[in-house]
Every structure is written in structure tokens, then in C-alpha cells.
């Protein structure tokens, strides 16, 4: 799918606590809360996302155009090559930091990120579902053998030596461990060692399946909590838009913190715009 072109950002309010009250009175009247969060969350930390304001328009690759063509997974890989280090390079931010401070003093039951950069894990969170998958792991469509991105990067650097050092100079960098990178055509890819089959990360690419069982398992968090947080996510697609509609349903309070509009808008208890990290931070403070 093509993301949406920039938008214009509303402007940070000037008094965090006057404006975060209500989003603390609804979650302090919760026992638990489950928190949803989206590429908004880790801009902080310097990873570029597809919709947030100001951000260039994107045009990722899609599920069907990774199958189609040994030229398009070229293509794929090659973008990775340059860009998968990227991810790994990241640290948490605050906003990272204080989801699994909540975690921890038990005032977040759960995050279900869309995210596939382990931020969350790496600043502590503990059960934490990734709907679409994970940056440092890849599969084999054929015979499911999974392999981490690191050994695949080896074999990707044997058969393209010096590649990366001719490129990562000229590239910018794009969301999901992807860069934008045009000519890839001399980038070699190997086939899966055990059986010959197609190698693809383990991610969900635009237009894919989020696996049922991650699904049911966010579900599960949802259902368990008394609220949901919706942080840093536009809900562009159904994959994170279906447990805002879930907890709704539920007859659950929605608070969705995000820079700009969402399409969970309309279902939301209280929608706030602001920066997730001063929110997050804010928060666990007071609760």
C-alpha cells in the first residue's frame, strides 16, 4: 500500500499536565492497561516512519511484489542490506523506557507493537507481541527454517564484497530496516541452505497476513485489560485498527495519543496530540 503524504503537525501543548489529565483519570480508574503502539513511538529514537507529519512520502514494497520475481527480492535484500544495521544501531527512548516502567509497577498489562525494531523489548518490556514480526530474523517459505539476520547478513557480505562500504554513503535511510535505493540489479541473494527455498525476513510487508496466532494473542492482552492506550499509531491499517475496535466493542475506554489524525478517531474515549515521549514520560509519573 502507498503511505499518504506528509500532514501538517498540530503543535505541542505547552502544558503537559493540564493536557494529559484526562488521559490520567481514565487510566488510574483502570486496573490494567493494554497498550497498542506504532512507528510514532520509536521516531525518537531516530527511526523514520511512513505517516507521521512532516515525514516524505514512502513507497514500501508489498507482499506480492516480493513473491513475483527473483529481481524484486534482489531488490528487497539489497535496500535490507543497507538498512537492517540501521535498526540494530537504535536505542529505546523515554517513551520506550516509561511503556515498561507501567509494565512493571503493573499499570500496562501488555504492549502489541507494530513495530518490528525490538525497541520495546530492549528497554525492558516484558510481554510484548509484534504483529508484524521482527527485523533480526529471517525465514525460509519453503521449509520454515529460521535464521538470525546476522547470519544472513555474513552470507549476504561474502557474495557482494564491498558493496555496502559503495553505498551506505548515498542512501537515505527508510522505516523497517529498508533505504531508498533505486539501482540493485549487480546485488547478489542466496537461496535457504538447507533446501534451496526463498528466503524473506520475518516480517509482515505491506499487504501481507499478520499470523493468527499473534493476533489472538494481542486479543488476548486487550481482552484482559480495562482500557487501551493507543500510542503513536495512525491505525492505517486494519492489523492495529482491529483492537480499537475490539476494546470499543468491549465497551472499553480508547485514549490514543498520536501527531495527527487516526482512523481509531471517531471510536477513541479521548484523543490527544502530542509527542508519545512527553506523554509516556508524563505519565509514568503520576500513575
Not at 15 to 44: F, N
Not at 52 to 60: I, L, Y
Not at 216 to 222: L, N, P
Request: charged share 20%.
Amino acid at each position: 500500500m502507498v503511505a499518504p503524504g506528509a500532514e501538517t503537525a498540530t503543535p505541542e501543548p505547552a502544558d503537559v499536565p493540564a493536557t494529559l489529565a484526562p488521559v490520567v483519570e481514565i487510566l488510574s480508574a483502570a486496573t490494567t492497561t493494554a497498550a497498542l503502539t506504532g512507528a510514532g513511538i520509536s521516531t525518537d529514537s531516530g527511526v523514520p516512519d511512513y505517516r507521521s507529519p512532516g515525514s516524505p512520502p514512502r513507497r514500501p514494497m508489498t507482499h506480492q511484489e516480493f513473491l513475483a520475481s527473483d529481481a524484486q527480492r534482489r531488490h528487497y535484500w539489497a535496500r535490507n542490506h543497507l538498512g537492517w544495521r540501521f535498526l540494530r544501531a537504535a536505542l529505546p527512548n523515554a517513551g520506550h523506557r516509561a511503556l515498561a516502567r507501567l509494565e512493571h509497577t503493573g499499570v500496562v498489562n501488555g504492549v502489541v507493537t507494530q513495530n518490528v525494531d525490538l525497541l520495546h523489548l530492549r528497554a525492558g518490556s516484558h510481554n510484548v507481541i509484534h504483529l508484524h514480526g521482527r527485523y533480526d530474523r529471517v525465514v525460509c517459505l519453503q521449509c520454515g527454517t529460521v535464521i538470525s539476520r546476522e547470519t544472513y547478513d555474513a552470507v549476504l557480505t561474502a557474495l557482494n564484497p564491498g558493496w555496502r562500504e559503495r553505498h551506505i554513503d548515498d542512501v537515505e535511510l527508510a522505516p523497517d530496516a529498508d533505504a531508498a535505493l533505486e539501482s540493485t540489479a549487480d546485488f547478489r541473494i542466496a537461496p535457504c541452505a538447507r533446501c534451496g527455498g526463498v528466503l524473506t525476513p520475518d516480517v509482515v510487508f505491506f499487504g501481507g497476513t499478520t499470523p493468527r496466532a499473534r493476533v489472538e494473542a494481542a486479543r488476548a492482552i486487550v481482552a484482559e485489560a480495562e482500557a487501551l492506550l493507543v500510542v503513536g499509531s495512525s491505525l492505517a491499517v486494519m492489523s492495529g485498527l482491529r483492537f480499537v475496535r475490539q476494546a470499543a466493542k468491549e465497551g472499553k475506554p480508547v485514549v490514543i495519543i498520536n501527531r495527527g489524525p487516526t482512523r481509531g478517531d471517531a471510536l477513541a474515549t479521548l484523543k490527544v496530540e502530542m509527542s508519545t515521549t512527553r506523554a509516556l514520560t508524563h505519565l509514568t509519573e503520576v500513575l
